[in-house]
């Protein structure tokens, strides 16, 4: 998948005429955020190995490190909720959330800048385990929610931007969607072949969730301005105004931790 951000065309070419590209802004030059994430997945990760308190891929020996188990959860360890994003059953596991927050991560990072990817990214990671805790009602772990999150968070990105970003952004967008649905049905495997390590499709639906909602508010909207000091003579512009929904994350944690302890109350 190309990590570059899209580059739209000129406001007066269509996309099959257009020469030139005009850069978008990018509210993150460097994505350090998205490096620090995969390190410490990583890290935990050869830390379980060395300390030798897992045995991959069984997930019952990952409870100690704070999977996310039920049956501890209701006994009052609610940080298993967010304890469970960092950890990760085996090899194989690892290296398919380390390069999915590698190429997306990175992208939405630069585009909607760190505070805004760590709320998508956080928030989209606890509503995969709360949705998992609801439904799932096992032992669940992983990054897959938060990394959801950020699909649908790139997703509502060129959704938003479509008309102006032109047909690489729909290519992009239609290539997320793929994957997504390719990861869902993945999901639905795991619990049908024996002995196979069971993917928590309602964790990744619960961050997808997050990550669409959140970043429906969020997402940077672009508009083309004439600017005579830019190449071209046009300016892109960000012209969503950030300020009118700083409360959305408020809202939605607020709604979200609701959420969980009715279902807490419910299942004690």
């Known amino acids: 998948m190309d990590n570059r951000p899209p580059q739209p065309p000129p406001a007066n070419q269509s996309p099959q005429k257009n020469e030139h590209h005009i850069p978008i802004p990018t509210y993150a030059k460097r994505p350090y955020l998205t490096y620090v994430l995969i390190g410490i997945i990583v890290a935990i990760f050869f830390a379980q190995g060395l300390l030798s308190q897992i045995n991959y891929p069984e997930q019952e020996p ?3 490190w704070g999977a996310l188990n039920f049956v501890k959860v209701l006994r009052g360890e609610h940080y298993r909720l967010f304890t469970a994003m960092f950890l990760h059953v085996n090899q194989i596991h690892l290296f398919f959330n380390a390069a999915s927050l590698w190429f997306v991560g990175r ?6 800048g760190t505070p805004r990817f760590a709320l998508i990214y956080f928030l989209g990671g606890l509503s995969g385990s709360i949705a998992s805790f609801i ?24 959704y938003h931007n479509r008309a102006l970003l032109g047909k690489m952004a729909q290519e992009q967008f239609r290539s997320l969607a793929l994957l997504a ?4 049905g993945l999901g639905l495997l795991t619990e049908v072949v024996p002995g196979a390590v069971q993917i928590d499709n309602w964790g990744h639906i619960g961050g997808f969730f997050g990550g669409v909602v959140l970043t429906w508010f969020l997402a940077p909207q672009y508009a ?5 000091t830019a190449p071209h003579g046009l300016k892109i512009i ?5 300020q009118r929904t700083w409360y959305v994350p408020l809202v939605y ?12 109350t419910n299942f004690r």
């Open 181 to 184: 649905v390719l990861n869902l």
């Open 224 to 228: 083309l301005r004439e600017d005579n």
């Open 253 to 264: 944690f607020v709604g979200m931790v609701g959420v969980y302890l009715y279902a807490f």
């Open 135 to 158: 439904f799932t009602r096992g032992i669940a772990a992983g990054a897959s929610g938060a990394i959801f999150a950020i699909f649908g968070a790139e997703m509502v990105f060129l």
């Open 107 to 112: 992208v939405v990072e630069r585009l909607f």
């Open 238 to 242: 960000d012209i969503g105004i950030l």
């Open 62 to 64: 990952i409870t100690p």
